[in-house]
């Protein structure tokens, strides 16, 4: 490979170091220039870009040593055909001699600085220097030793100068160079505005510019490549350039070039003195080489390796890629379920919160139950004293009402005469102080007492019922079934339809044992017989209290008679009008007793059942206890269990959430392993071709470089010596004394194009 070849000369180049250095102190007769009739700026501006390509190395010995530094100011045609040639010489330090002896074959001398006259001899001149430096210049015919040659194509065709004026289109502008003897650096600058110029480009040089106008200068070192023998497959230099733009207008100034053969003059090569040490250092990049050869080898060999792992890790990424779509998808399932179960969870909180509330309520509603009832028990058995007390009254008043009577009748039949002993009226009065003892307090109390009792017996059944309805209401089974069926099954392994069928069960005993017990110890049915007996017992007493009150009317209303009679002839109508009260209580008097007894007989009855309504509320009051007693436990429970529904949802989600993530990593994963398997297939095709190329590079490269080094190293140093001895040697164009140095340098200024 041609790369490979040049980097075999790499070490020949390390010594061409200093090939390329041009120095200011070659533009020192700049001022001069006589060659051709340009702008004295624009020159200086392309010496000025010269100097920017080259360095500031200078090309001539300084300090108080005598020398002669020879410019030669060539002017050519815009081809580089020479036109002209002036020679300009600067004899340094010329003042240590008053008389100073000089070699020059120039014609049509003159000193161009001073009034310094000289004598020739030949080709001998000597000068009276008067303690001055001696500035002269001439002219000369002879061939210069380095020549250029300049060619234009536009558009592809070749052009002339004189044609290129006003044209437009492609150009492109060939420099070369051409040395004689020696070899020279030749340093090419030329202005091309940008009105003219654009898309400027260069293939050896550089391109300076600013905003309207583009300096090229273009770089070649004709002869060079001969001299040092070097094959230009491993190490080409220059000996021309091109240029190339788009070209509007065609015009152009001068071309300006700088050539100079003192090259090497400043090298010397009895300073390598590591030899050694380089030939050292190219073994250890030899071996270095042989084992990057093998370590591309070992990386080829892994390389390959991985390609065939890559099929059985792609075939992974794809199973763990549906492991985590199924984990998605089941994500996703648990997510549904779970947002059910809170729900759920939420209902049943809700459900024992008011089954709770209900259970409180019943239980309170039943302590006031009890409380009624042992009131009522209490009632019960004053009104069963009062009944007995009531009932005795009640005969006794019936054997007075039967005397009273016959006394009635007696005074009746007494006062049929219309006479109406004193003894008669005592007797009348008696009655009527007998029912004067019957006041309506006694009456109202008895009626009170009746009303008592039914009112009881009303109140006692209301309580009741809504004590039933309100344990009903509240579903009582339906919320204790769920903490039952937990109790039973804990784990929730139970089949659902066992489930059902015992919840249906528990739902059913639940609601027939509590409304039987409630039938059973309240006595709640509307038709039971102690009922009926109670009420009949107020009924009767009510009856009584009517009839008595009816009788003390009739007393009443015969007791202001007595007091407002005249006289004893109106005793037998009034005796008349008791006569017929009396008969009238006689016929309530059955019915009195009747309901007497009655209440009495009914009294043991309604004892023992307010004895046992009691002995029942007990039962009543400590199941009610007990079903509030685990209450806040069961509402607790609940409360907590729905209070972690929501942290059990955001888990979940967050599952969810990231089980999506996980998926796309997963088909991101699946993506990346195909670009990666491609990936692994190219490495192992670099790696192949890393190592093949390694390989190529040590034997044509790093061997190669090697076997130059040990084989031709030394015979490139000695022409490069010979060169540089020739150079420091070529000291003068023109003519120089055998123990003066000097140095040299040719300007060629083209003529401009317009």
């Known amino acids: 490979m041609k790369s490979m070849k040049k980097y075999a000369a790499a070490g020949a180049a390390v010594l061409l170091t200093g090939v390329l250095t041009v120095g200011s102190a070659m533009w020192s007769g700049a001022p001069y220039l006589t060659a051709a009739e340009s702008d004295p700026d624009d020159k200086e501006k392309l010496v000025d870009a010269i100097e920017e390509v080259g360095t500031n190395t200078p090309a001539v010995s300084g300090g108080t040593e005598l020398s002669k530094e020879e410019t030669v100011y060539v002017t050519a045609d815009a081809s580089g055909n020479v036109t002209k040639v002036i020679v300009s ?28 006259t000289f004598t020739q001899d030949g080709n001998r001149l000597t000068w009276q220097t008067a303690g001055a430096d001696i500035y002269y210049q001439g002219t000369t015919d002879k061939a210069l030793p380095v020549s250029m040659d300049i060619r234009y194509e536009l558009d592809g065709k070749q052009i002339s100068p004189a044609d290129l004026v006003g044209k437009s289109g492609s150009l492109s502008m060939t420099v070369s160079y051409t040395a004689a003897d020696l070899p020279f650096t030749m340093i090419t600058a030329m202005m091309l505005p940008v009105e003219h110029f654009q898309n400027v480009a260069l293939d050896n040089g550089k391109i300076i510019s600013d905003a309207k106008t583009d300096i090229a200068v273009g770089l070649a070192f004709p002869g060079l490549q001969d001299r040092l023998d070097l094959d230009s497959e491993d190490l080409e230099f220059p000996t021309s350039f091109t240029l190339t733009a788009d070209v509007t207008d065609f ?19 009895d300073d390598f003195e590591g030899m050694d040490d380089l030939k050292d250092a190219l073994n250890d990049l030899s071996d270095a080489s042989t084992e990057l050869v093998d370590g591309t080898g ?77 009131r009522l028990a209490g009632g019960v058995t004053q009104y069963v004293e009062g ?3 009531l009932s005795t009254g009640v005969k006794q008043y019936v054997e007075g009402s039967k005397s009273v009577a016959e006394g009635i ?26 029912a004067g003892g019957l006041d309506n307090d006694t009456l109202n109390q008895l009626r009170g007492m009746s009303g008592s009792i039914n009112g009881g017996i009303d109140q006692y059944n209301e309580q009741l019922q809504q004590a039933l309805d309100s344990a009903l209401s509240q579903s009582l089974s339906g919320n204790l079934t769920p903490a039952i069926l937990d109790s039973i099954d804990p784990t929730g392994a139970m089949p659902q339809d066992q489930k059902d069928a015992l919840a ?17 110890v309240f006595q709640s049915d509307p038709a039971s017989p102690l ?30 008679l007595l007091t407002q009679l005249p006289n004893l002839q109106q005793l037998p109508g009034v005796v008349g009008q008791i006569k017929g009260g009396m008969d009238q209580l006689s016929e309530k008097n059955d019915i009195l007793t009747g309901g007497a007894d009655a209440l009495l007989q009914s009294s043991p009855d309604l004892k023992s059942g307010a004895k046992e309504l009691t002995d029942k509320s007990a039962d009543l009051k400590n ?126 200024e083209t003529a401009e194009i317009k």
């Open 504 to 520: 249906a069960s528990i739902n059913s005993g639940i609601s027939q044992t509590v409304t039987g017990t409630l039938n059973t």
């Open 251 to 269: 015009q152009m100034g001068p071309t300006m070039t700088i050539a100079t053969c003192g090259l090497l003059n400043d090298m010397d090569l």
């Open 623 to 748: 199941g009610a206890s007990a079903l509030t007693g685990k209450s806040g436990e069961l509402k607790n429970g609940a409360n907590t269990l729905s209070g972690k529904s929501g942290e059990l949802r955001d888990g979940v989600n967050s599952l969810a959430s990231a089980s999506d993530q996980l998926k796309d990593g997963g088909n991101t994963l699946s993506k990346g392993t195909n670009a990666l398997a491609d990936g692994i297939g190219t490495l192992a095709d670099g790696a192949k071709d890393l190592n093949s190329g390694m390989k190529e590079f040590d034997e044509t490269g790093i061997q190669k470089l090697k076997s130059t080094f040990d084989d031709d190293i030394q015979g490139l140093l000695d022409r490069v010596d010979d060169i540089s001895q020739e150079s420091k040697a070529y000291k003068s164009f023109s003519g120089i004394r055998d123990d003066m140095n000097g140095s040299v340098k040719f300007i060629i």
């Open 89 to 116: 010489d600067w004899l340094k330090n010329a003042g240590r001699e008053a008389s100073l002896s000089d070699v020059s074959d120039l014609k049509d001398i003159e000193n161009v600085k001073g009034d310094e």
């Open 387 to 389: 009944a007995s007390a």
């Open 531 to 560: 009922k009926d007996k109670v009420t009949a017992a107020g009924t009767t007493l009510n009856g009584l209290a009517d009839n008595l009150g009816s009788m003390k009317s009739g007393m009443d209303t015969v007791k202001p």
């Open 298 to 374: 070992d990386l080829k060999e892994g390389v390959d390796k991985l390609q065939s792992k890559t099929g059985e890790f792609k075939d992974g990424v794809n199973t763990l890629n549906d492991g985590l779509n199924q984990l998605q998808d089941g994500a996703g399932t648990l997510k549904d379920g779970v947002n059910q179960y809170t729900d759920g969870a939420d209902t049943l909180a809700l459900g024992v919160n008011q089954y709770v509330d209900g259970a409180n309520t019943l239980a309170s509603g039943a302590s006031q139950y009890v409380d009624g009832t042992n």
């Open 409 to 434: 009748d007696q005074l009746n039949q007494a006062l049929s005469g219309l006479n109406i002993s004193e003894e008669d009226l005592n007797t009348l009065n008696t009655l009527v102080t007998l």
